[in-house]
């Protein structure tokens, strides 16, 4: 069925390292996708996001890639910090009422 | 502060007891959903308003779930006799008409005993 996942479950990073988080979709009928970051007991905060129509968008310290070929979701966060410990949600949005499909989520720590 | 807020913030109930959440969205958002979310899985869409009017509904959303937006702005959710399997964390979100970034609220976590 569709869906959108990832691939790493946990990922563990020094502080002031680079992090890519990946996710894989599989709706091809989707044209917006949305990283979001989730803190423990707090709802999810909206990262950054890509239309179909680009390949790249950078923010302040994020990067998303998307590569449409293989349905690739990535998200790059430099010089990661420790307030960036969290679990990372890629999210699909593609069919009616703007509704989004998220995936399992990353675990990301930062270790000091 | 100027985001989505959910009330309460946590509930603990017996089995068998209904349950009311309720939901303010950012000031002037058309649009608002509700999502649950069990502990290590994404969100998962409930249901969607725009305006006053309940647009679509997940399977998800058995007999027992109903949730309401009267007036456009505000949203209840109600889940009568709940189960154990209830328990969850329960996600509002809203955007406007001009985006398709959905504003989470901090979620209400229910706990069914």
């Known amino acids: 069925g569709e869906s959108v996942g990832l691939h790493l479950p946990t990922l563990s990073v020094q502080e002031g390292d680079n992090s890519i988080i990946n996710c894989a979709y599989s709706n091809s009928a989707s044209d917006y996708f949305i990283w979001y970051k989730q803190e423990s007991g707090k709802g999810p905060q909206f990262i950054i996001d890509?239309?179909?129509?680009?390949d790249k968008r950078q923010g302040q310290r994020v990067t998303v890639l998307l590569n449409k070929t293989v349905k690739h979701l990535s998200l790059q966060i430099a010089a990661t910090q420790p307030g960036d410990s969290a679990v990372y949600f890629c999210a699909e949005e593609g069919g009616s009422n703007y509704k989004l499909t998220f995936g399992k989520g990353t675990l990301l720590t930062v270790n000091p | 502060d100027t985001g989505v807020s959910q009330d309460p913030r946590h509930k603990i109930t017996k089995r068998g007891q209904n349950v009311t959440f309720r939901c303010d969205p950012i000031s002037e958002h058309n649009r608002l959903y509700w999502y649950r979310q069990t502990l290590g899985q994404g969100p998962e869409f409930l249901t969607y308003?725009?305006?006053?009017?309940?647009?679509?509904k997940s399977r998800l959303l058995s007999d027992r779930f109903s949730a309401e937006r009267p007036k456009g702005s505000f949203s209840t959710l109600e889940i009568q006799r709940t189960e154990q399997g209830d328990s969850a964390m329960y996600l509002c979100?809203?955007?406007?008409?001009?985006?398709?970034?959905?504003?989470f609220g901090p979620g209400t976590r229910l706990t069914v005993l």
């Open positions: 308003f725009q305006n006053e009017a309940q647009l679509e």
């Open positions: 979100a809203s955007s406007p008409l001009t985006s398709r970034s959905l504003y």
């Open positions: 890509i239309r179909s129509n680009m």
